[in-house]
């Protein structure tokens, strides 16, 4: 081995930091945002549990949808840079979009118009944003550059650096107990979003280049592969032999599948207008790309792998982002987030840095652990790292649903069986996410490097309207309804009779409701509040709701579900990954 190849080997070049200082409080924004939007739906804006999380699967699953417009604007006309760029500034409006809604939060319609706009802003901009900056982590180094999983590994430190932070601070801000605090954290989330485009606007034509110096992202991808790539004449013979007639009707085949299910789902089975476009989607766009006549054997086979194990990585992530909704529910009511020796209550949005936290002290730990097997001839494919990944989130729903099987009613558990869920989850996404971002890159053609990310996040976009979906199955405690007008009556506790009138329940002789339909904002005494919260006796109905056959009366059925599904997807794909490595065709 000569000095230089040992050099590369060991060194990352410093574009890596710059993505991951940029990225880091990108992912600031969008998680600080994040960490309070369900609490913002339910407690300012007055929300049902059910519909926030509707609401919260359904942003989530946008914003991983606009990368397909972002990722072939990128490839065909605009570059990742000035992509990049765009999409942080449109971002930040529609944070501070989510401020001003905060601000008004009073004027429920003002509000409510202004939140919606904000999400707007902030999924277009994430199109633009995500898939860019993740194909520039690939382009720093060469296709056949062993280190490209600890630099994804690397950058995905620099997501959840930002990640970490950002719960604590826009926490800190805005999840005080005071409806109107909301709008701080929103603004900070904004200011997040602003630092991260100043930082790569300043250092972007200093760092981002490739191993042999030439600037990285300032010309379309499709270009530059024509430009640079051995297989450019070959692509170039194949287009120019594809008549217009011939793309027409590729563009007009896929362009029908997509309206017929879209009406299948939505008119057929009921599906929300936002599940069934994306849902549609996520056939149709990667049938286009694999359409292509362009493509040779090998390259179409590489992207059947990806399209392959995209369809895994939904479950994984419909069970990882509960954090943002039934997690984040479980950790509000069913948490004893109580500090006795500092006499201080947690705030709810402070686990979602829990999964952060870990990343940050973990993956240099699975950076090391990949180095080392692979200098041992033993790090496994990204096939089997992303089954493992899979099971491990299995585990994680395993360990907590022990925490929460016979559990009385109105008993809150440990924080350390959520704090466990995420750890276990962490171990998990560092088998699956860096690694599945990596192999996109190592898989996709360079013509489709952005617009493949792209369909990989389109995964994400399912999974996370999925994930809005699943929520909605989470188990709602019940109290008396006899005891709270008693308490209403004494504690200045104010029912909304409209509000919970369809949903009343005759029990025992007892007429019951939903807790999640109480409303305790006149209660001044914040003690007196939790006392009424916590003691008044909790019961379950039995009305189950159920899942394709699988009943869902409490919470252990709840997280159960999730380790029957993950687990399931984790054998299957275990098993099917030595056929994948045959279509990846030697890389790994």
């Known amino acids: 081995m000569t000095e230089g190849t040992e050099t590369i080997s060991k060194r990352h070049p410093k574009g890596i930091y710059l993505l991951f200082a940029t990225e880091m409080w990108e992912r600031f924004s969008y998680y600080g945002m994040r960490a309070l939007f369900v609490l913002y739906m339910t407690k300012a804006l007055l929300f049902d549990k059910a519909d926030g999380a509707r609401i919260y699967g359904s942003y ?73 900056i993740s194909t520039m982590v690939g382009q720093l180094y060469k296709p056949d550059d062993v280190r490209k999983d ?79 790539n051995a297989e450019a004449e070959q692509t170039q013979r194949s287009e120019q032999s594809q008549t217009k007639q011939s793309k027409l009707k590729i563009s007009l085949i896929w362009g029908l599948v997509w309206i017929v299910l879209f009406a299948l789902l939505h008119f057929v089975i009921d599906m929300d207008i936002i599940g069934a476009f994306i849902f549609s989607m996520t056939v149709a766009a990667p049938g286009f790309i694999i359409s292509d006549p362009s493509l040779t054997r090998i390259e179409r086979s590489r992207i059947w792998v990806i399209y392959i194990i995209a369809f895994f990585v939904i479950f994984f992530w419909a069970a990882f982002e509960q954090a943002g909704a039934s997690l984040t529910y479980f950790a509000e009511e ?64 395993l360990v907590i649903a022990f925490g929460v099987k016979g559990l ?3 008993i809150k558990v440990s924080m350390l069986w959520l704090v466990g869920l995420y750890v276990i989850h962490t171990f998990g996404e560092l088998c699956l996410s860096p690694i599945g971002l990596s192999m996109v890159n190592k898989l996709s053609p360079v013509r489709f490097a952005s617009l493949l990310m792209a369909i990989w996040y389109l995964s994400m976009a ?122 990846m065709h030697g890389l790994k």
């Not at 501070?96 to 904000?118: N, Q, R, V």
């Open 60 to 132: 989530t699953g946008l914003v991983y949808l606009t990368p397909l417009i972002g990722g072939y604007i990128a490839d065909r006309y605009w570059g990742n840079r000035r992509s990049i760029i765009v999409g942080g500034l449109l971002m930040a409006v529609g944070q501070f979009l989510m401020f001003l809604s905060g601000h008004y939060y009073e004027s429920i319609d003002l509000a409510k118009m202004l939140m919606f706009t904000g999400l707007g802003f902030l999924i277009f901009g994430n199109g633009f944003f995500k898939p860019n």
């Open 334 to 397: 069913q948490t004893n987030r109580n500090l006795s020796l500092f006499d201080w209550t947690i705030p709810t949005s402070y686990f979602q840095s829990v999964n952060a936290a870990s990343i940050i002290i973990f993956a240099p730990v699975f950076v090391a652990l990949w180095a080392k097997l692979g200098r041992k001839g033993k790090e496994p494919a990204s096939p089997y790292k992303q089954s493992i990944g899979l099971f491990l989130l299995a585990v994680g729903y």
């Open 150 to 228: 600890s630099a994804y590994t690397i950058f995905y430190m620099g997501v959840n650096t930002g990640s970490f932070l950002a719960p604590i601070i826009c926490g800190f801000l805005g999840d005080t107990g005071h409806p109107a605090d909301f709008r701080w954290g929103f603004l900070a989330a904004c200011i997040g979003m602003l630092l991260g485009v100043t930082i790569f606007v300043l250092f972007k034509d200093k760092y981002l280049q490739t191993p042999a110096g030439e600037a990285i992202g300032v010309i379309p991808n499709s270009l530059d592969e024509k430009r640079n």
């Open 462 to 583: 399912a999974s996370n309207v999925f994930a809005g979906t699943l929520s909605s199955y989470y188990p709602q405690p019940i109290i008396e309804l006899a005891k709270v007008q008693d308490a209403a009556e004494s504690n200045s506790l104010t029912l909304l009779p409209d509000e919970y009138e369809e949903s009343v329940f005759e029990q025992d002789g007892l007429k019951v409701i939903p807790f999640d339909k109480i409303i305790f904002s006149k209660i001044k005494d914040t003690d007196m509040k939790a006392r009424v919260q916590q003691n008044l006796e909790i019961q379950q109905i039995e009305n189950p709701k159920t899942f394709f056959g699988y009943r869902i009366s409490n919470l252990y059925d709840f997280f159960m579900l999730f380790v029957f599904m993950a687990g399931a997807a984790s054998v299957i794909l275990f098993f099917l990954s030595k056929t994948l490595l045959k279509m």
């Open 408 to 410: 009385a009613p109105g």
